[in-house]
């Protein structure tokens, strides 16, 4: 059975702050991994990796993947309040036939 | 704008009932999926299909049916609801290549069985 762990399950921080979330994942024929935010509503899309050892940048957020050690992590510089989600981890596998599997989240919370 | 539409927001229904929950995309996309969210359980799937009227079990398929008659249109079917469905029913679809594409979620449906 594929397996996405997450941790920490919630990190509370101050503004400013810089975090790390991390994935770890046991599947099946890995395709891709990817983050989402979601803040009350419908998840949104952060990144999709799916080659080791190449980081992908939006803004203050970043992510690379670790295909050998099987784990991925999410940096979050210069917090902000509105960074405040829950951040999900999910990993595509097999040939169509084992789904999109996600981790349970991490809830982070940006005290100002 | 990829756009994922649940039919409902916010459903109550009663234990015993039959549910149908709709979701339709609009961007042509093969694959469909059909997640609970639950506090402390994070997204589980339910069921997904990669084609029109193929379906493929998830982690947690009791209790539950799909149909997939058009590609854009995917359906959950609780065939007799029970309170312990009680939650947030999120769909999504991702196109091709299988594992290449982001998915995008719908707005969930909250529904309630009492």
């Known amino acids: 059975e594929d397996k996405v762990v997450q941790s920490p399950l919630s990190l509370v921080v101050h503004e400013g702050d810089t975090v790390t979330l991390n994935c770890s994942y046991e599947?099946?024929?890995?395709?891709?991994l990817l983050w989402y935010k979601q803040e009350k509503k419908a998840p949104t899309f952060l990144f999709m990796l799916?080659?080791?050892?190449i980081e992908k940048k939006s803004g203050r957020l970043s992510s690379i993947l670790d295909k050998k050690e099987l784990f991925s992590i999410l940096n979050i510089t210069a917090t902000q309040t509105g960074d405040s989600a829950v951040y999900l981890c999910?990993?595509?596998?097999?040939?169509?036939?084992?789904?999109?599997?996600f981790g349970k989240g991490t809830h982070l919370i940006i005290q100002p | 704008d990829v756009k994922v539409t649940q039919s409902s927001r916010y459903l109550v229904k009663r234990t015993g009932e039959k549910v149908f929950l709709e979701c339709v995309q609009d961007?042509?996309?093969?694959?469909m999926f059909w997640y609970r969210q639950d506090p402390g359980l994070g997204l589980r799937l339910i069921y997904f299909?990669?084609?029109?009227?193929?379906?493929e079990k998830g982690d947690i398929p009791e209790g539950y049916s799909v149909s997939r008659e058009k590609k854009e249109r995917f359906s959950l079917i609780l065939e007799s609801a029970s309170t312990n469905q009680t939650s947030m029913y999120l769909c999504?679809?991702?196109?091709?290549?299988?594992?290449?594409?982001?998915?995008?979620f719908g707005q969930g449906t909250r529904l309630t069985v009492v």
């Open positions: 299909s990669y084609d029109v009227k193929m379906k």
């Open positions: 999910a990993v595509y596998s097999g040939g169509g036939a084992d789904g999109l599997t």
């Open positions: 999504a679809s991702s196109g091709p290549p299988w594992g290449n594409t982001e998915a995008f």
């Open positions: 961007m042509d996309h093969e694959n």
């Open positions: 599947v099946t024929n890995f395709r891709s």
């Open positions: 799916t080659s080791s050892g």
